[in-house]
């Protein structure tokens, strides 16, 4: 999350298929907000942008015992309008098998937080009216000048969440980000692309 990438600069990585939503340009010229979703290139799936306000980027991933996990990937803006909040992110929370995962800059005590804000409440009453669950584990995800706080957030349902594991890599490299990294394991095996055949040429051959 927060790319901060234009429309003109390229972000790729060996191996790896991206897609990404670019955020607006501010009037210094500056590129803002934005998300990027990096899938290995032999996974199965299927990639969508959902919505620009917040960027909401959704990829299905197709197991091998047939369940989809849908991925979604998001970045809300500290200054996103919480009044509108809920009814933006609603409907696509109640997807099926979500894995729902960004830099919510939103405050609960659900996700480590010390209090709840209003848009902390406002994810607080969607977990509860969709039946989701945090996979937070109280950790913080934030470095601030004077203190940290639980921002980045992964929220999915029951079912996907006993076999899934959250955890923070306090120990990895920023790479200049105040951010601390996070990783998260879903015990489900992925479908890949099937490898073309070998093909070999004999005729020419000593």
Request: proline share 6%; charged share 20%; with cysteine.
């Amino acid at each position: 999350q927060e790319t901060h990438l234009k429309s003109t600069q390229q972000l790729k990585i060996r191996g790896y298929t991206t897609h990404r939503i670019d955020g607006p340009i501010a009037t210094n010229g500056r590129a803002t907000d934005g998300i990027a979703t990096l899938l290995v290139n032999s996974l199965q799936h299927h990639t969508e942008e959902l919505t620009q306000n917040p960027p909401i980027m959704s990829s299905i991933i197709q197991t091998k015992s047939g369940t989809k996990i849908d991925i979604l990937n998001t970045y809300i803006n500290p200054k996103q309008d919480a009044a509108t909040l809920e009814a933006k992110l609603s409907p696509h929370l109640a997807r099926k098998n979500i894995l729902f995962t960004g830099d919510l800059n939103a405050h609960s005590t659900i996700f480590g937080a010390k209090t709840s804000d209003r848009k902390g409440k406002i994810f607080e009453k969607l977990m509860e009216d969709l039946n989701l669950v945090s996979l937070n584990d109280g950790s913080p995800t934030y470095i601030g000048y004077n203190s940290t706080t639980a921002i980045d957030v992964c929220l999915t349902t029951p079912q996907i969440a006993t076999k899934s594991e959250w955890k923070t890599l306090p120990n990895c490299p920023y790479l200049d980000s105040d951010h601390i990294p996070r990783e998260i394991i879903v015990q489900h095996q992925p479908t890949h692309k099937s490898a073309p055949p070998n093909r070999w040429q004999l005729r020419n051959t000593d």
